[in-house]
Every structure is written in C-alpha cells, then in structure tokens.
C-alpha cells in the first residue's frame, strides 16, 4: 500500500490541481493512504477531495513566495505521516517539498508533475533556472505528453527517471446522454437557433488560450453566410478584450460567454464542435472532455495535440494563430453526418487510450515501483521511460540528451 502526499499550490481551478484530485481521490478509493497539503489559501475545488478524513487535507496558508511557517507546518506533516513518496504538482510545490523533506530529515521518493510546455515571461524564465536543480534531485519527473516531455529534457529539465503518463478523463462522467430537447433549451437560453453552427470552448479567458481567434472565425463564416456561433464556457481577465473584438467585428450577437461553469457538460453538449485555440498547451484536459462527450475538437498543433488527435479522422489539426486554416477546419464540419462520424471516432479514441482509469493505472504502477524499489535502482541517470511501460533508454549521462 502506498502512503502517497500530494502537494499543490493552491486548489482552486487548473490542470494540475484537477490531475491532482483526480490521482488521490482514486488512490484513496484503491485503498492506499492519500494526504494533501496546498500552499496557498485558494480552495474553490476542496469540496472535491474525498480523503478517508478533513485532518488528511492540510492548508499551508502561506503569504509569501517561500514562506518560513508554511515551510514548517509541511515539515511538521511529512515528519508526522512519514509518506513513501510525496507528489508535487509543478515546480513551486517541489520546491517546498524538497526543503520541507530536508526539514523533517525523512527520505520518501520524491515525484513531480508536471503540466506546462512554454515560460511566459522574463520572471517564469528566472524562476525555471532555480527550479531544474530541483528536478534533478527527484526520483521521478512525470510530464503529460511526449512533445512537452522532449521540450523540457532538451532544456536539462529532468529527473533521475522521466515518464509520460498522458492525462485521462472520466468516460462514465463524461459520457453524452443529453437528449434534442435538453440541447435545445440550453441553445434557447442562449438566444441560438437549433440550426446553428455553435463552436464552444472551454477554459478560463487568458490571452495564451487565445479565445480572440475565435471571434475572427465566426466572423468570416457568418461573412460567406455560415450560422456560425461561438460559445466561450468560462471567465477571466481578456473578456473585456474578447467582447470589444466581437462589437468590432459585429458578431457581438453572435458571441455567448457564460462566466464561470462549475460544470461544463451541459454547455459542451449544447455545442456542434469544439474548439482549443491556446498558443500553449501541453495536455488539454477541455480537449478529452469533448472528444468523450462525442464532439469533434478543432486543436491546434502545439503540446499534445498531435499524440491525442488523427487529422481529419477524430478531429482536426491547425497551425497556432493561423485563422485561415482554423475556418478551413471548421467548414469540414458543417455537415452534421460529419460531426457525428468524427464524433463518435474522437470517443472512441477517448475510451480506448484517454480514460481516467488507465491513467490512474499507470500512476498506481510507477509510484508502486518508485517506493518498492531498492535503493541502487534509484540511480540511474537520466533514465527516460514510456508511459507504457516499455524498455527505458538512456539519453545520455550528462544531461545533455
């Protein structure tokens, strides 16, 4: 059994925060001990964490970057639990689980996840340079797609052990049993026309998710005389930007966003396609989701698009910020028989290589073997290895694949 404490910088919505609850929640329900701990005081998902008790969710509250009581307070927790191994969700959560550790002068494995692919600024830039030592002290460095994977061990990002475990979504929860009428009303809330062509995304409103383009797109479909719609399921700081772009390319009318969605399926379900823009992106969990709810996904070609879409088969594939051939995409789909074949195949690539349960499986197995395995099987330099569980190789003992 394992004694696993995830800790995460905050719990509130995110990639790595939602991968997180998913892993130790399933954990917990295979019957291993699961603890978390979160540094900073933001918990809108707590009330999604279902440990076996409150006492095993521990807040940090830490005020500063690297606050010296929430340092101890994590160092008091490990030294009280004695995990066999501690999971960090990003850099900044392993950067106080390595010195917590030192701390509590205990020797658990030490594994980070990890969820993002490019640095946006001069100060993330700064801040990678002091996290690699970090990486390099782990025993295990797990990234979310095969193209972000490269990325990083490129940069001398690594761990002494390197794997990819792709994310997975829950195919019962995410499962389309939406009925015409059900679709209808959410469309009719939404002042849209059953015969629209509704193009959704999902996901907070970021300039890297880039939901600008698709403002540009439903103005030039509408323009060759398209029904085209957009519904952006979210919020966040470029709606201002997002609404100012749709008033000037006069499709405000034609532009729905619904602030934060606590659940987005009814919203999904309500759309024709779906639609990830992001200059970013490493593993897009909005993606899946869609692909399990049967609708095609439009992605463009950045992170792991590529490793979970078969151009033209389960969805389709474009050039970031390259609008002319996002709408080259999108009149692939105007065809209602064809949404449903692409479909029904992108479920099916869902079920059969992106469910949560085989997701969980190979974190369950690699955290097994981390905390099972001898001590001279821990040193292997720079080992890299497949999510699959296929024969490791070596890309060089220097660090420099």
Not at 47 to 68: K, P, Q, W
Not at 193 to 210: C, M, T, W, Y
Not at 241 to 263: H, K, L, N, P, Y
Request: charge should be positive.
């Amino acid at each position: 059994m394992l004694r696993a404490l995830f800790v995460t910088s905050s719990l509130t919505y995110g990639g790595a925060e939602n991968n997180s609850i998913a892993l130790m929640n399933r954990l917990a329900d295979r019957g291993h001990e699961c603890h978390a701990a979160y540094i900073k005081d933001d918990h809108s998902l707590l009330n999604r964490v279902r440990l076996r008790s409150a006492s095993a969710v521990r807040c940090l509250a830490a005020e500063r970057f690297l606050d010296t009581s929430a340092l101890a307070e994590l160092a008091a927790l490990i030294a009280n639990v004695q995990p066999s191994v501690i999971v960090s969700a990003n850099p900044y959560p392993l950067l106080y689980a390595v010195v917590a550790k030192s701390l509590a002068r205990t020797r658990p494995r030490m594994v980070v996840t990890y969820h993002s692919t490019r640095l946006l600024g001069p100060k993330e830039h700064i801040q990678m340079l002091c996290y690699r030592p970090l990486f390099w002290t782990a025993d295990c460095a797990i990234f979310v797609c095969e193209r972000q994977r490269r990325h990083w061990v490129r940069r001398g990002v690594l761990a002494k052990r390197n794997v990819v475990i792709h994310n997975g979504v829950d195919i019962d929860e995410f499962s389309d049993a939406s009925t015409f009428e059900q679709r209808a009303a959410v469309r009719r809330g939404l002042a849209f026309g059953d015969s629209d062509f509704v193009i959704g995304a999902v996901g907070g409103l970021r300039e890297k998710n880039n939901q600008v383009q698709l403002v540009d797109a439903v103005h030039r479909l509408r323009s060759i005389g398209l029904p085209a719609r957009v519904l952006l399921i979210g919020d966040g700081p470029m709606r201002p930007q997002i609404e100012a772009r749709a008033r000037e390319r006069g499709v405000a009318r034609d532009v729905a966003i619904t602030g934060f969605a606590s659940d987005v399926r009814p919203w999904v379900t309500a759309c024709d396609v779906v639609a990830v823009c992001g200059t970013t992106e490493a593993m897009s969990l909005a993606a899946l989701e869609a692909m399990a709810l049967s609708r095609p996904v439009l992605h463009s070609d950045v992170g792991s698009a590529a490793e979970i879409i078969d151009a033209g088969y389960n969805g389709f594939l474009f050039p970031a910020n390259d609008t002319a051939a996002f709408v080259a995409c999108l009149r692939q789909l105007v065809d209602p028989s064809v949404r449903r074949a692409v479909g029904a195949r992108a479920r099916a690539a869902v079920e059969r290589r992106f469910s949560e349960r085989r997701m969980i499986e190979r974190y369950e197995n690699l955290l097994i073997d981390l905390t099972t395995s001898s001590d001279d099987r821990r040193t292997p330099n720079r080992r890299i290895m497949s999510a699959g569980g296929a024969a490791p190789r070596l890309e060089g003992t220097n660090g420099n694949p």
